[in-house]
């Protein structure tokens, strides 16, 4: 293996092992009754809007059946409820409740704190090189 591929190959390792972590880091600041899949549901449902659970399931990438659990298990939490489709009575459309934007509101409010905490401990230079890798970042998960 060439010098670069292997530093590459590290960069991907240490890359990915860093955002695991961070993730981690930043799941564990609010203690929570619901599951992964559940608060990415949540989480689609809240950036974009109220969604058909077929759309959700593709949104989320997972299968429509897999989907409907997820719902049902969110409504008997009281975060989210079905109504009809607008235009096509064979279907629902799933928004949040008001406790569902409430949880969410909550969720990034307490992860940003703690993120802000551990940035306020950074120097300005470290900051601005996590800008630029915050923008390299979005477009790689594009």
Same mark, same amino acid.
């Given at each position: 293996?060439?010098?670069?591929?292997?530093? &590459? #190959?590290?960069?991907?390792?240490?890359? +990915?092992?860093?955002? !695991? +972590?961070?993730? +981690?880091?930043?799941? /564990?600041?609010?203690?929570?009754? *619901?599951?992964?899949?559940?608060?990415?549901?949540? /989480?689609?449902?809240?950036?974009?809007?109220?969604?058909?659970?077929?759309?959700?399931?593709?949104?989320?990438? *997972?299968?429509?059946?897999?989907?409907?659990? !997820?719902?049902? /298990?969110? &409504?008997? %939490?009281?975060?989210?409820?079905?109504?009809?489709?607008?235009?096509?009575?064979?279907? /629902?459309?799933? &928004?949040?409740?008001?406790?569902?934007?409430?949880?969410?509101?909550?969720? *990034?409010? *307490?992860?940003?704190?703690?993120?802000?905490? #551990?940035?306020?401990? %950074?120097?300005?230079?470290? #900051?601005?090189? %996590?800008?630029?890798?915050? #923008?390299?970042?979005?477009?790689?998960?594009?």
């Amino acid at each position: 293996m060439s010098e670069t591929a292997e530093r &590459e #190959r590290t960069l991907a390792s240490r890359l +990915r092992i860093a955002i !695991v +972590r961070l993730n +981690r880091r930043l799941r /564990a600041q609010t203690e929570s009754s *619901v599951t992964l899949s559940q608060m990415s549901a949540l /989480a689609c449902l809240w950036r974009n809007g109220p969604l058909a659970p077929r759309e959700l399931a593709a949104h989320e990438g *997972v299968q429509p059946p897999s989907m409907t659990r !997820v719902i049902a /298990a969110l &409504e008997d %939490l009281g975060l989210v409820y079905r109504r009809q489709h607008p235009t096509d009575g064979r279907q /629902a459309i799933v &928004e949040l409740t008001e406790a569902g934007d409430q949880r969410m509101e909550q969720e *990034v409010s *307490v992860r940003e704190q703690w993120l802000d905490l #551990r940035l306020a401990e %950074l120097t300005d230079q470290e #900051r601005d090189t %996590l800008s630029s890798a915050a #923008r390299i970042l979005e477009r790689m998960a594009r």
